[in-house]
């Protein structure tokens, strides 16, 4: 029984991850586009790398002013400092504990035990958070892009991820178009009435959450941009370390790695996508810039950034009360 206990399903996951992250930076080291020693430059630049890490912290503080702006939206009025603190926590346990509890199963947690009601709201507020930092993401690969010709090297293949970005574009694009379709098809027949009751228990917050946002469409719009400036300014802090290099390919191809790499840390194929966003980094740098260099050092020396920006999430959650913050929460609803 011990010895079950020992290897649940979520520990041999876990180890399997583990195992590859393991494979892929020993593959990124051998192949010579990884070097460690090189990392410790940044510390010896400290007036580019402290710029860069105020531009890494400051998309974590954006993304929360987004969160509380979804969160108002549903109905939940929630001080923007809770909401904040929120941030920083969930943002800690996702950089610094892989496989461990993410960083929105803690926002959820804590953000449940805040409300008396609203709670169904409030929990999908994090979903919604999520598909708008993916939006972000997708529309500075696409700003990016057309700026990506001129800055290439002539003998570099640029078709391949132009046309992905636009596949991107195009799936962000019918996905909410077919979304908004769906919805109005659904509202209009009043489809849900024809679904077994315990179904309609389970979709009738996703309902709920659904009319709210549409109600508060301008909201979406500057959560909108508020996930462009967000991504923009992390993706600015990327090409502050990448300057630090004298190997970097240019900002416009380091910004396209960069987006791309972030797209693929996100797929949870290894703890935190180590690994993952170096190798898919490297080889969009190679391939545009046409030349061979240790660029999966400047995507892992980003990853080193992101562990210091998030230590304040570290202290916050050390000192974070629930009970102080749900008076708080208590006087605005």
Known sequence: MMFRSLFKKSHVLLLIKLSLAVVLVWVLLNSGQLDFRSILVVFDNLDLFIPALVCLFLGI??????WWLLLRATGNNIPLSTVLNLQLIGSFFSTWLPGAAGGDAIRGVQVFRLLKNGRSTALLSIVADRVFAMIGLISIAVLVSFLLPKAISPDAEIFQYAGLIQTLAYVLIGGMVFGLLGIYLALRFSVIDYLPIKIRHYLHPFGVTILMYLRAWPTLLLCLAVSVLATGIVIIGMITIASIFPYA???????IAGVFGNLFSVIPITPGGVGVGESVFSRVCAELAARAAPF?????????????????GMIVSLFYSTARHRKKADTLN
């Not at 390919?249 to 910004?255: D, L």
């Open 61 to 66: 503080v954006i993304s929360g002013f987004r």
């Open 296 to 312: 999966a050092t400047i995507y892992f020396s980003f990853r080193v950034g992101m562990l210091i920006v998030n230590i304040p």
């Open 249 to 255: 390919a240019n900002p416009q191809i380091t910004a």
